[in-house]
């Protein structure tokens, strides 16, 4: 987090400050979620210590879907362009494999040193379209859904009822930490086809596929060879005519 602060943060600050013609101890909002580090005394002292001029908010646990930007508006269209780019690759690769008359498998290509760079391009490319005026009006109605849909900064009226709150020690504006954590996430039944797994992270293959709870009582047959193991490619005609 200190690398984050002091590598991506500062620097964005600083171009901000340039831009606006802001001074040079302008505060600058930093919106966190209840994470334990970004809550320790730790982080927060160094923060206070080092960058006074950074004001930490954090989002109440179990809120960031609707008061943090990137799960609001950010997360879910760069997941899909992700994911987009990984199906056509691996269409890519078995109709490759179909026209050489092989069996079609993704086995052998979903190695990490064949992987690592395919991922690190595909997240490159995705980011890439925030920086197109779509994806910055993506950005832009992120923060009007989780923030002005709640309070509008350019409203006087409101303004002026945070202010008057503040007086009356309603309304605690700095050092505020809330309690709690985040929950964990709910585990997705992959397996069920009626479910939409848009948003699940079953394609991600650094986890292991979630097995169904079992509701017979009876023992388990000898588990068997799956039987794409038992085919040599090399043995199998593929044909047209084949299933």
Known sequence: ??????L???PYRGRQIAAYSLPAD???IVVLDVWSVHKSVEFRSWIKQKYPFLQLIFVPA????VLQVADVALNRPFKQRIRTQYNEW???VVAAQIAAGQLPSLH???RIGELRPLMLQWTVTAAAHFHTP???SIITNGWRRAVLDYYDVNDASQRQAALDAAMRNELQVRDYVPGGEEAAPVAVDVWDSDKDSSDDDSLDLSKPLPVPERRSKRPRAPRQQHLRGLLNP????????SD
Request: aromatic share 4%.
């Open 62 to 65: 179990n809120c960031t879907s």
């Open 90 to 92: 691996a269409a890519g």
């Open 8 to 10: 991506v943060l500062l």
């Open 234 to 241: 090399e043995l199998v005609e593929v044909s047209g005519e």
């Open 134 to 136: 779509e994806g910055r």
């Open 108 to 110: 052998e290509h979903r």
């Open 26 to 28: 302008a505060t600058m």
């Open 1 to 6: 987090m200190q690398q984050y602060v002091e």
